[in-house]
């Protein structure tokens, strides 16, 4: 039997096939069961794939022509290397000026001349010619120290003087003492220089100077260093500060009192530190303190160095190791000990920092860095000790012989414990900041920590609660005095030496001596309890 489907024509020889025919081709789906039925084989399947094909979804970029959008960026591209090879070519064309001290280049000629200028500036003046030192050497000279005072040389240029308002209360200070420029800032390595070349004994004719023509070779601990014909057996690193390294060593085949030694490792070089050195102890020898008695006898007191090794670009500088650490490493052993030991212990130290300050000051330096970092301890204090610490760290050190009379510096510090008074008022300084430093490193002493200032009813005080068993009225007395400074000229700041002897008479008067001795059995226990540990 033929069946004929009415609509399309098309022929069937089943019922079945021409149902699902016309529920394929000429009805609608109701359900999806209605669609499933329909189905049934295989090749129907693919039938149905062929009657319901699954619509892909549009493009974004469908109808728009990619091509043009290809074609801009590569115009594009074009157009941004024509005009870099355009900008080189422009370059090329530039007149420069190339300095041969220095990588600086310059396009404007005045920049360029005022640079080379600067230069020569630092090597020197001599009647307007360029003085090249004399006598350097590259071994150990051995050459007596000439310490004769430094008369700044003539210039063609003059000297601009900044006047300003009233500096002090001391009327006759602030008209004579005024800021220079070409001195307003003494820790600028750029002055220093210039200093050091003026000079007319050259510092590398110190004993114990060697230039290496090298770069640092660098220095790790537990290793073996040798620079020049020296070998150093390096040890741990006992500091580190902005600009230098400080480690333990054994100096080989130096001499027997040095072999126990430190080498303080400075980047750039510091020659300047390795002058003061050498002409402190020159400066030294040739005082005779009025109360202190001769300067040869104070000489330990003083840091010094056997040898400096600059390199072209750092040096080392050679000092004495002292087994006993820093004043800080001190007062942070006896802060935490019996709180009765601290104020003998502040009272008989301050006496002799005043005491060496003043030695400082009579022979024309500045420390300008006095901070306990800055002490060693030499030997644990005691009622019988007669020095107990070392002044160390003169990189910052101003020597007064070698800057024009009544002059005072308006540079400011930014490390807080050394920012003085003067400083924070915008006033020029010149012995202030070392005032400033007596009395942090005492109030450090006396409280265990680093001292902060406030002003209060127009008096700078230091901060902190005075314990009720201290001499409240003399430390404020001292502290007093030493924050609020009248003028520049040392007539017209605190004598030293005055309140030395003020300290040692609290300290007879008060019959401190079991307090300090007390301090140093803590000390003593201390010390010997570490050296056990490092064993």
């Known amino acids: 039997m033929i069946l004929e489907c009415r609509i399309c024509d098309k022929l069937f020889s089943h019922p079945v096939e021409l149902r699902k025919h016309n529920i394929r081709k000429h009805e609608e789906f109701e359900t999806r069961e209605d669609l499933n039925k329909t189905i049934s084989s295989v090749q129907e399947l693919k039938l149905r794939h062929l009657v319901f094909p699954v619509k892909k979804r549009k493009s974004i970029f469908e109808g728009v022509d990619v091509g043009e959008f290809k074609k801009r960026k590569a115009e594009e591209s074009i157009e941004v290397s024509k005009q870099n090879q355009h900008s080189e070519n422009v370059k090329k064309f530039i007149l420069t000026f190339d300095c041969k001290k220095c990588t600086l280049s310059f396009t404007k000629y005045g920049l360029f001349k005022t640079h080379t200028e600067s230069h020569e500036e630092i090597q020197g003046w001599e009647g307007g010619q360029e003085v090249e030192p004399k006598n350097v050497v590259d071994n150990n000279v051995v050459v007596k120290s000439v310490s004769e005072p430094f008369k700044t040389p003539k210039s063609t240029k003059t000297v601009k003087v900044t006047k300003t308002f009233k500096k002090y209360s001391c009327e006759d200070c602030s008209e004579r003492y005024d800021v220079h420029h070409d001195f ?33 070779p660098g220095i790790r601990p537990r290793s073996v260093a040798r620079m020049g014909n020296d070998e150093f057996i390096v040890g741990e690193l006992k500091g580190e500060g902005g600009f230098a390294k400080v480690y333990s060593a054994s100096w080989s085949n130096g001499p027997e009192s040095e072999v126990d030694s430190v080498l303080k490792i400075q980047k750039p070089a510091n020659d300047w530190e390795w002058y003061i050195l050498n002409e402190l102890q020159s400066r030294l020898h ?32 050679v000092s004495q190791h002292q087994k006993y650490g820093t004043l800080l490493d001190m007062i942070n052993i006896t802060s935490v000990a019996d709180k009765a030991i601290a104020e003998p212990l502040a009272v008989h130290l301050t006496a002799e920092i005043l005491g060496l300050v003043d030695i400082l000051h009579s022979m024309d330096f500045i420390h300008a860095d006095l901070k306990p970092d800055n002490f060693m301890v030499r030997d644990i204090p005691g009622p019988t000790t007669a020095s107990a610490i070392q002044i160390i760290d003169f990189g910052k050190t101003i020597d007064l012989k070698t800057i024009p009379a009544e002059t005072v510096f308006d540079d400011v510090v930014e490390t807080s414990g050394l920012k003085s008074v003067e400083m924070r008022e915008k006033r020029p300084w010149r012995h202030h900041i070392d005032y400033y430093g007596v009395a942090a490193v005492a109030y450090c002493l006396l409280f265990g920590q680093y001292m902060e200032v406030a002003k209060v009813r127009g008096r700078w005080a230091p901060r902190g609660t005075f314990k009720r068993w201290w001499k409240t009225d003399f430390w404020k007395r001292f502290f007093d005095e030493f924050l609020n400074l009248q003028g520049a000229d040392k007539k017209c700041l605190p004598s030293l030496i005055s309140w030395r002897r003020e300290f040692l008479e609290l300290f007879q008067r008060e019959n401190m001596s079991p307090g300090l001795v007390k301090a140093r059995e803590v000390l003593e226990r201390k010390c010997a309890g570490r050296r056990r540990r490092t064993l």
């Open 184 to 216: 307003r800032k003494p820790f600028s390595m750029k002055l220093q220089k210039k200093l050091l070349n003026q000079m007319p004994f050259h510092f590398s004719q110190y004993p114990g100077f060697v230039r290496i023509h090298s770069n640092f």
């Open 286 to 317: 040739s005082l005779n303190h009025q109360e202190l008695g001769s300067g040869s006898s104070w000489k330990d007191s003083f840091m010094s160095s056997p040898r400096c090794f600059t390199f072209d670009d750092g040096s080392v500088i």
